[in-house]
């Protein structure tokens, strides 16, 4: 009952409707949250009205399930993450299942809703594991260029390192766990901005039928 008292009032706010075949997209994504600074993340999105995609780490969504419910209730995209962040790659089928599984259940119990996408930890992924995710109704979405933020620790330079890195309809791999790339944000928006990017989520970026489970993107 608890559970479905939580959902209801959590439906995702309608997206903009935005078709990124015709104008410059960009999606911005941030990994292995929610964190301390997730909060302040929510709060500069909010503020530009600005659309991301969340990969959330089970695990943490036990400590925080009230920043998954308001990320999800502010329009955002949520993904699996796993449960507990480990490498894939070097689990049995068995354990690489049961920690897509755990993440989704700890991710529906918070806010209602269960991803439908999910990122492999430390992008460590191949045929089998996309198999596993798509029998468990996901499909896997990577990225086209990630920051490193995690290593570089310094807001600035972090902002010219995602500044580079843009291009139309590229995938961006931040973390909202780093509070120099929360930080980074304001200015990158308003950047990305001048230089003609829609910022949206990953579902309206890839459009219909490029992420069905099993497949992969971009």
């Not at 990320?71 to 699996?80: F, K």
């Not at 259940?105 to 991803?115: D, L, R, Y």
């Not at 109704?137 to 995690?150: E, F, N, P, R, S």
Request: charged letters at 25%; hydrophobic letters at 40%.
């Amino acid at each position: 009952m608890a559970l479905l008292l939580a959902a209801s009032p959590l439906q995702a706010a309608a997206p903009a409707k935005i078709d990124c075949a015709k104008v410059k997209c960009l999606a911005l994504t941030f990994d292995d949250g929610p964190g301390r600074q997730t909060a302040e993340l929510l709060d500069t999105l909010a503020k530009a009205k600005v659309k991301a995609t969340f990969f959330l780490v089970g695990k943490q969504v036990e400590q925080r399930p009230e920043l998954a419910r308001r990320a999800l209730r502010e329009g955002h995209e949520l993904g699996n993450h796993t449960y507990s962040h480990l490498e894939l790659t070097a689990l049995a089928d068995y354990q690489v299942s049961n920690e897509l599984r755990a993440a989704q259940q700890a991710i529906e119990e918070a806010t209602g809703a269960a991803p439908k996408i999910f990122r492999p930890p430390y992008g460590k992924t191949d045929d089998r594991i996309l198999a596993l995710a798509g029998e468990a109704g996901l499909a896997q979405v990577t990225w086209t260029d990630t920051t490193l933020d995690w290593s570089l620790r310094d807001t600035e330079k972090i902002k010219k390192t995602v500044l580079k890195l843009s291009g139309r309809d590229d995938v961006i791999l931040m973390h909202d766990t780093v509070p120099q790339t929360v930080k980074a944000v304001p200015g990158l928006i308003k950047e990305l901005r001048k230089r003609g990017f829609h910022l949206v989520t990953v579902s309206t970026l890839a459009g219909k039928g490029k992420l069905e489970p099993g497949q992969s993107y971009p």
